[in-house]
């Protein structure tokens, strides 16, 4: 039993993150995006999500916003790089968890901020966490981003 069990456990690793933001089509996801209600608009899958937003923020303040997120998400930060626009974070296996990596990519152009979020998730044979925990992290963003924009006027 215990020669098969580790062939059917899949480790969550910040080497199955993509290292930058240019690894990301972000084009190819806004494409995906269908009903575009209120400032933030979000496209999401069972590991990752999409928003898309036309609310101003200056890429430090978006920094600070993503970590934030990550902090109330109970993640360790373990690496920030405004270069390649990307924040990667990893959160421990808990007694209701699964030990998991997320990575925020993000683009920002005049007038639009595009963020992918992808986690990977530590898991058996029972395939993990079935919530997108990509999107709980994704929705705080998107919350602080609507916070600053109200707070500005």
Not at 10 to 27: C, H, M, V, W, Y
Not at 39 to 44: L, N, S, Y
Not at 118 to 136: P, V
């Amino acid at each position: 039993m215990t020669i098969i069990l580790p062939s059917c456990l899949s480790t969550a690793r910040l080497s199955d993150l993509p290292k930058t933001a240019g690894e990301i089509n972000f084009d190819a996801y806004a494409k995906g995006l269908t009903e575009k209600s209120g400032a933030v608009w979000t496209f999401k899958t069972s590991s990752e999500y999409y928003l898309e937003t036309s609310i101003p923020v200056p890429q430090d303040t978006l920094i600070k916003m993503i970590q934030r997120a990550f902090i109330l998400r109970k993640y360790i930060i373990n690496s920030a790089n405004p270069d390649g626009a990307c924040i990667t974070g990893s959160h421990g296996m808990t007694v209701n968890e699964w030990a998991y990596v997320t990575g925020v990519y993000y683009k920002l152009s005049p007038g639009k901020i595009q963020m992918y979020i992808r986690t990977k998730i530590t898991q058996d044979i029972t395939g993990g966490a079935k919530n997108n925990l990509s999107e709980k992290l994704g929705m705080i963003i998107a919350s602080l981003i609507r916070q600053s924009s109200s707070q500005n006027i």
